[in-house]
């Protein structure tokens, strides 16, 4: 019989976790979701959380309502933040075409913003096409957000970016974290300006990080790391189109780093002697993951498609997914990981 969101948690002892969340543009709304889901067990206590574009949005949400009001704080945090992308969606150029309403699809690409966009990006700087270097995410983060008192909060917050002219990741710690420092992990360089920082300009964190486990391993007291993914992992036909093949480049690249620490866990745990200190700790940690294809089938392209109605199914999603998680694996959380990391050293 499938366990009911009271019995997954009622009268347990609390289970320190870390969040390790992805980015994906508006398929971040999906982790919303899942968010929204483990906020209601009161026995799953969120020590750090590390994220990367859209999953640095929603961790920096998250704290800043925790902050505010616990649990329920950070789900109506959420909740709001989630709320303002679909109203600022309204308002944007870059919507469905009547095509892909009249076949229920959630894709752009046959909207004619979208591909005008799309074409400029390729061939056209956003330091031309943008000079001012507006974002409109910015004022949302703003309103959505307490920065001043971030580094004030009980939950650590790691947010990764890329750092153009190293090409090494930095870690954002809570006290750190600006609007600049959101904008900078969520910056595809094509499409906007990069983010200075103390005098370096930054991209996207998934080029290093999406999201990064390491701060997790070294400053986290929490064994057990929840990784929701949200960036498609398999693809099982071979891309043909040129936007199919730049899309699955982009997939590939933005995992490759996560796949790398995760293999070292994997690796560390088969050691017969991990040793002692960091490497004790990397093999002792619980690693567990809420994902699906799902999105995969959605396009690259529906990644910018914000309309509320697509980000509340999203959401849905998420919570059934992590409803799912608990009624299988709650009783492992605080005692075995429940991701299959040998997989990854397999031959292929």
Request: hydrophobic share 40%; glycine share 8%; proline share 5%.
């Amino acid at each position: 019989m499938p366990r009911t969101k009271t019995s997954a948690g009622g009268g347990r002892n609390p289970v320190l976790i870390d969040l390790a969340l992805q980015g994906g543009g508006s398929h971040g709304a999906y982790t919303w979701g899942v968010l929204d889901r483990l906020l209601e067990e009161p026995w799953l206590k969120i020590e750090a959380i590390s994220g990367t574009s859209a999953g640095a949005m929603n961790g920096a949400v998250l704290v800043s309502g925790y902050m505010q009001g616990g649990a329920q704080g950070a789900r109506e945090a959420l909740d709001a933040y989630w709320g303002r992308v679909a109203e600022a969606a309204r308002f944007s150029p870059i919507q469905r075409s009547p095509i892909d309403r009249l076949l229920n699809r959630w894709s752009l690409d046959t909207s004619p913003a979208y591909l005008m966009m799309d074409l400029m990006s390729r061939v056209v700087s956003p330091y031309a096409l943008n000079p001012l270097g507006h974002n409109p995410i910015s004022d949302l983060l703003e309103k959505s957000i307490d920065f001043a008192h971030l580094g004030e909060a009980s939950i650590k917050l790691f947010i990764t970016a890329t750092n153009v002219h190293t090409g090494r990741g930095r870690v954002f710690r809570n006290k750190d974290i600006t609007p600049d420092v959101l904008l900078a992990s969520a910056c595809l360089p094509t499409m906007f300006q990069a983010i200075e920082i103390d005098g370096e300009p930054y991209w996207d964190g998934g080029y290093v990080g999406n999201p990064t486990i390491t701060p997790l391993v070294r400053e986290s007291d929490a064994l057990d790391v929840i990784l929701v993914q949200i960036n498609p992992t398999v693809r099982a036909e071979t891309p043909r189109t040129a936007a199919q093949i730049l899309n699955r480049l982009n997939e590939i690249s933005f995992n490759s780093p996560l796949v790398k620490e995760l293999r070292m866990i994997a690796l560390l745990r088969q050691a017969a002697d991990p040793g002692t200190g960091e490497g004790a700790r990397w093999a002792r940690m619980l690693m567990h993951r809420i994902a699906t294809e799902k999105l995969a089938d959605y396009g690259a392209s529906s990644k910018l498609n914000a309309e509320g109605e697509f980000l509340s199914m999203l959401k849905e999603d998420g919570r059934r997914a992590a409803e799912a998680f608990l009624n299988a694996h709650a009783d492992d959380l605080g005692k075995r990981p429940t991701a299959d990391l040998d997989e990854l050293l397999k031959e292929v």
